[in-house]
């Protein structure tokens, strides 16, 4: 075990000291994905969780959206956000870790800094026309940011550079976006272009139904090492956060997964075994909320 490359890796940054900036995308993801790290973690270094996308809007909803409050027995999307909010914060204090909740919207109801000439009207009846994403499966989990998200990509970039200056010599721990959610794209496109040291934790539980990008991984040349330690408390903090568990887990049972982390490593491994190190098509054993 002491040799494993991830362990070591983890060892050499808790040993300087340095802090640990972990972004997720939402208001669960960070423990969905990394719960069991950070609780190793938190007792070594010092750990933020900063969550980009905490904010619903106010209606009208597309379609989409309404499904999602729907699925989730919520009838008002900003009063589901704000008890989502307060399960994170349960749950993160819980393991010992600091937070942030930066406050951008959810991309389900993030909506166009403006909307065509002569739609506004229309836009009331049909709420898709003012949305960034105006549907989940076609438009928000295609693996792509939308050109009208730069914005959005610049908040995510100045958060790092908030809460983890260059001169701290810290480490990002930055979703690897598998399932192509559209907000775990863009928040591992800002760790990308921040400058900064990152590891990609790969998105559980959408990594037991989907494979990751192999171009991305490729690219940068990451290797798959599993994290074992500290799982046996894991299920119990997923289980934290209410509103989302029986829509992600339905029954109720919450995979005991090793969670995986990417790491760079120069020419020692092929893109392929990359690949197959990654969860890719296994028997499905989860729900999707976006």
């Known amino acids: 075990m002491a040799d494993d490359p991830l362990i070591a890796f983890v060892r050499t940054v808790l040993g300087s000291d340095v802090p640990i900036l972990v972004l997720s995308p939402h208001l669960d993801d960070a423990v969905l994905s990394c719960g069991a790290l950070l609780g190793w973690a938190g007792r070594r270094a010092p750990v933020t969780v900063a969550t980009l996308f905490t904010e619903a ?44 909740h930066v406050g951008l919207v959810d991309g389900l109801f993030r909506r166009l800094p403006r909307v065509r000439p ?24 295609r693996g792509r940011v939308a050109a009208h998200d730069a914005e959005t990509l610049r908040d995510a970039g100045e958060t790092i550079d908030a809460l983890l200056p260059a001169r701290s010599g810290g480490l990002v721990l930055a979703p690897l976006g598998v399932g192509g959610h559209a907000d775990h ?35 940068h040349r990451l290797v798959a090492r599993a994290w074992e330690r500290d799982l046996d408390r894991k299920a119990e903090l997923i289980r934290g956060y209410r509103t989302q568990a029986e829509a992600l887990f339905p029954g109720g049972r919450i995979p005991r997964a090793p969670e995986v982390y990417l790491l760079p490593e120069a020419g020692t491994e092929t893109v392929r075994r990359t690949a197959d190190r990654l969860p890719g098509t296994r028997a499905r054993t989860a729900g999707r909320v976006p």
């Open 57 to 100: 809007a106010p209606p009208p909803y597309t379609r989409s959206a309404r499904q999602y409050l729907k699925r989730t027995r919520a009838g008002d999307a900003e009063e589901l956000f704000a008890d989502r909010r307060e399960e994170d914060r349960r749950v993160l204090e819980l393991l010992g870790v600091d937070w942030r």
């Open 185 to 219: 794209v863009l928040v591992r496109t800002a760790a990308e272009r921040s400058g900064r040291r990152v590891v990609y934790y790969s998105d559980f539980p959408y990594d037991q139904t989907a494979a990751a990008d192999t171009e991305f991984t490729g690219r």
């Open 118 to 141: 002569g739609t506004e009207r229309l836009a009331r009846l049909l709420p898709e026309l003012a949305h960034v994403y105006p549907t989940y499966r076609l438009h928000l989990a």
